[in-house]
Structure formats: structure tokens, C-alpha cells
């Protein structure tokens, strides 16, 4: 079963704007931790933040803000003064803590436009 | 002082033939990982070794045989090579058994079978 729903049709973004992609997970396992990834163009997969399941705060990484929502089973990031290097694909992560696997989900395409 | 990288980048080749994929990490982790990402982009791990032990061995076709000779280096060998094997392989390394521990991905290696 997908226990990484990223379901965002490939999204344009004015430069300098926020956007947010949506990441919702589904785990029975208390001991988490999700990760987003940037892959661009070039292909190489970028680890851009982190947040674990017992974190009080939502994760900050610069321009990187992850939105935490435990009860929602939601981990939306938001990246902020959009750059057209951020023009990539993002996939959301999530790692069980009894599970040495990452599994990922489909991806979301962002494009950056000037 | 690349983290962790694999050869080749590219590997072009004829149905029916064998090849070897390499990949190499220099972060001192004790787990390393193969992925595959298809056309659609969707990644999906492979298999995975913690030390040199195989500890992951996804629903892979046994042509497909990990060889870790040790916890440093993770190599993919394929036999008999398919026109469905064709797809970009990423090596990565992590942690040992930590959920809150990124993987760290090598560039991809872009296999075309034809």
C-alpha cells in the first residue's frame, strides 16, 4: 500500500513567491522521520530537510520550511522567495523507525517562472 | 570529496548482455542501498545492506545480484539484461537502523537497454 501520497498536478510559481507542496503519509509505527528531496534536471537527488515524528517544532532548513501536521498525517513543504533553481521534481520520504527502508512518494514537478 | 558516487553514468547496452554498476561511499555509514526510479520517475528501493549483510532484498528479479565486498562499497551486477530493465539506479548510504537518518544518494546511473 502507497504510504506517501504526493498528488499535486505539476505546479508553476511566479519567482519570489512561497509555494507549498503537499506530502500526506500513513504510518502505525510511532517512530518516524520524513524527508523531502529535491531532484533536478541534472538527476541527482538532493536531501533538503528533515523532521521527526517526536519534534515539537516544524523543521527549518533557509528557504525550507517543512509543515508538520501529526494528527493530519500531513508534512507539506513550503519553499519560500522562489528561485528558478528551485525548478525541480520534490519527493516526499517518510522512514519507519522498525523499517531501514526510505520509502518515497510519487514526486511533485515544480517550475519556476520569471 | 564526493559523498558517495557510482560508475557509470551512463550504460548503454544490448538485450541479453551483463553489467556492473559500482558505487562507493566515503561517509563511514554502515548501510547502503540500491534504488530504481522508472520513466515515470517513481523510485523504489532495491535492496539494501547494513555492513556488508544483505538486509532488504525487495521483489527483484534474481538476475539482479548486490555484492557488497565491504560496507563501503555496494555494487549491482545484472544478467541478461531486458528491454524493461531499462531505468536510472541510484546508490545511496546511510546511517545504520537510524529513522532520522537521510539517505545520501549518488548522481544515478542511466541504463538503456536496446
Known amino acids: 500500500a502507497q504510504k506517501i501520497t504526493q498528488t499535486q498536478p505539476g505546479m508553476f510559481v511566479q519567482e519570489k513567491e512561497a509555494v507549498t507542496l503537499d506530502c500526506t503519509y500513513d504510518?502505525?509505527?510511532?517512530?518516524?522521520?520524513l524527508f523531502w528531496y529535491k531532484q533536478p534536471s541534472s538527476g541527482e537527488m538532493i536531501f533538503l530537510i528533515y523532521?521527526?515524528?517526536?519534534?515539537?517544532q516544524n523543521a527549518t532548513e533557509g528557504r525550507y520550511s517543512l509543515n508538520f501536521q501529526k494528527a493530519r498525517k500531513s508534512a507539506n513543504l513550503v519553499i519560500s522567495a522562489s528561485q528558478l533553481g528551485d525548478s525541480a521534481m520534490y519527493f516526499c520520504?517518510?522512514?519507519?523507525?522498525?523499517?531501514?527502508?526510505?520509502?518515497f512518494g510519487k514526486g511533485n514537478q515544480v517550475v519556476v517562472i520569471p | 570529496d564526493t559523498a558517495v558516487s557510482q560508475t557509470p553514468k551512463y550504460l548503454v547496452t544490448q538485450m541479453g548482455n551483463d553489467k556492473s554498476i559500482k558505487c562507493e561511499q566515503n561517509?563511514?555509514?554502515?548501510?547502503m542501498y540500491w534504488y530504481k526510479q522508472d520513466s515515470k520517475k517513481f523510485l523504489k528501493i532495491m535492496f539494501s545492506?547494513?555492513?556488508?549483510?544483505?538486509?532488504i532484498n525487495e521483489t527483484v528479479p534474481n538476475r539482479f545480484s548486490p555484492k557488497s565486498p565491504d560496507k563501503a562499497h555496494l555494487n549491482l551486477h545484472i544478467n541478461s539484461l531486458e528491454l524493461g530493465d531499462s531505468a536510472v539506479y541510484f546508490c545511496?548510504?546511510?546511517?545504520?537502523?537510524?529513522?532520522?537518518?537521510?539517505?545520501?544518494f549518488g548522481n544515478g546511473t542511466r541504463l538503456t537497454v536496446t
Open positions: 545511496a548510504s546511510s546511517k545504520r537502523g537510524s529513522y532520522n537518518s537521510p539517505l545520501h
Open positions: 504510518t502505525s509505527d510511532p517512530s518516524y522521520g
Open positions: 523532521q521527526g515524528s517526536y519534534d515539537q
Open positions: 520520504a517518510m522512514r519507519e523507525g522498525g523499517n531501514n527502508r526510505l520509502a
Open positions: 561517509l563511514g555509514h554502515d548501510t
Open positions: 545492506y547494513n555492513n556488508k549483510e544483505l538486509i
